[in-house]
C-alpha cells in the first residue's frame, strides 16, 4: 500500500492529493465536491482505483480500517470523474458536476454494504434537502441488486433473528408485542381458605399440582400456597386438625392481569424464581381467571420465533429467484 501511494505521489507530480490512497482521502474528495475541476480526471480515477487495491491490502493483512470511509471516498472519487467528464462534453446537460460524486458515493455504498435504505437517508442528511433523493434512490437500488451476490461482510448474518447479539433485545420485542390473553391459562384445582391442614396433605397426595389458589367465601382470591410451603409441616401431626389453608398461604402475591405483557409476566417469574402466575381480571377486583405457567410463554416465544423466521424466508424467495 506504501509503494502504490508513493508512486501515485510522484506520477502526478508530488501532488499531496494523491496520498489519498494511503490516508483518508476525504480531503480530496471534499475539494472534488466543493470546487468541480480544480482536481483533474486523472487524479479522482487513479485515486479511486488504487484506493480499492490500499483498503484490500490493509483489511486482508489484518490492518486497521473500515469500509465506510473508502467507500465514500472511491465512490466519491469515481462519481466525481464521470460527472467532471460529462460536463467537459455536454457542458449544458450537466452543469454540476458535483452531484454525480454525491450520488457515486451512496452507490457505491450501497452495493459494498447491501444497505440502500440507510444510504438514501444518509445521503438526504449529507445534502440537507431532497433533491437528490430520486436518482440517489435509483442509483442505491440498481446497485444493490446488481451486487447482491457479493458482500464485504461474509460472516454478517441475514438477520436479527438470527443474531446471537440481537436476541435477548428480540425476546423482549416478541414477548411485549403479546398479551397474557393470548396465552391459555391453566385450570387449576382451588382451596377455600378454612380447609384444614390435614384435607390438604390428602389433596396434594392425590394431585400433581404444585401451586394452590385459596379463595374466600366469596370465591375472592386471597392467597396462594406451594407443595414447599406446606412440606414444613409434614411432620409435626399436632398442627393437622388447627393450621388450615389461611395460615400457610402467602398473602402478598404477585399476579398479572390478561392485559399484561409477556415481558412483564416473563420479569415476574425470574423475579421471584415462580414456575406459575396467578391471573386476576382486571375489571372484577381479586376474580381469578386461571394460572399462567412459565413453559407456556416460552413456548409462545419459540412459536412467534419460528413464525417470524417462516416469514423472514418467505420475503427472501422473490429476490432470490429474480
Not at 41 to 66: N, Y
Not at 101 to 115: K, Q, R, T
Not at 137 to 152: D, F, G, P
Not at 290 to 305: A, C, I, K, T
Request: aromatic share 8%; with cysteine; net charge negative.
Amino acid at each position: 500500500a506504501g509503494l502504490i501511494g508513493l508512486g501515485l505521489y510522484y506520477a502526478f507530480h508530488q501532488d499531496p492529493r494523491a496520498l489519498a490512497v494511503l490516508g483518508t482521502g476525504y480531503g480530496t474528495l471534499q475539494q472534488a465536491l466543493s470546487d468541480p475541476g480544480s482536481v483533474g480526471l486523472g487524479m479522482l480515477f487513479a485515486v479511486a482505483l488504487f484506493k480499492i487495491a490500499t483498503t484490500s491490502f490493509t483489511i486482508g493483512s489484518g490492518g486497521s480500517g473500515g469500509v465506510f470511509g473508502p467507500s465514500m471516498v472511491i465512490g466519491g472519487c469515481t462519481g466525481a470523474g464521470v460527472g467532471q467528464w460529462f460536463h467537459q462534453t455536454w457542458p449544458q446537460l450537466v452543469p454540476q458536476p458535483a452531484v454525480y460524486a454525491v450520488v457515486g458515493m451512496a452507490g457505491l455504498f450501497a452495493a459494498a454494504a447491501h444497505a440502500p435504505i440507510s444510504t438514501i437517508v444518509m445521503v438526504t442528511e449529507l445534502t440537507g434537502g431532497y433533491g437528490l433523493l430520486v436518482p440517489t434512490m435509483w442509483v442505491a437500488m440498481i446497485c444493490s441488486v446488481l451486487c447482491k451476490h457479493w458482500t464485504l461482510y461474509e460472516m454478517q448474518v441475514p438477520s436479527r433473528l438470527d443474531s446471537p447479539a440481537h436476541r435477548g433485545e428480540l425476546l423482549v420485542d416478541i414477548l411485549e408485542g403479546s398479551k397474557v390473553k393470548d396465552i391459555t391459562l391453566a385450570s387449576r384445582v382451588v382451596v377455600h381458605e378454612g380447609m384444614l391442614l390435614r384435607e390438604i396433605l390428602r389433596l396434594l397426595a392425590e394431585t400433581r399440582q404444585h401451586y394452590f389458589p385459596v379463595l374466600d367465601a366469596q370465591d375472592k382470591f386471597v392467597g396462594i400456597f406451594s407443595t414447599d410451603d406446606v412440606r414444613a409441616y409434614l411432620f409435626t401431626e399436632s398442627v393437622w386438625e388447627l393450621a388450615n389453608a389461611r395460615d400457610v398461604m402467602t398473602a402478598h402475591v404477585v399476579f398479572v392481569t390478561p392485559e399484561d405483557d409477556l415481558n412483564t409476566a416473563m420479569k415476574r417469574f425470574t423475579e421471584l424464581n415462580l414456575d406459575e402466575l396467578p391471573v386476576l381480571s382486571d375489571t372484577e377486583p381479586k376474580r381469578l381467571l386461571g394460572m399462567l405457567r412459565r413453559r407456556e410463554v416460552l413456548h409462545h416465544y419459540n412459536q412467534r420465533l419460528h413464525d417470524l423466521q417462516a416469514e423472514a424466508k418467505d420475503a427472501e424467495l422473490p429476490s432470490t429467484g429474480s
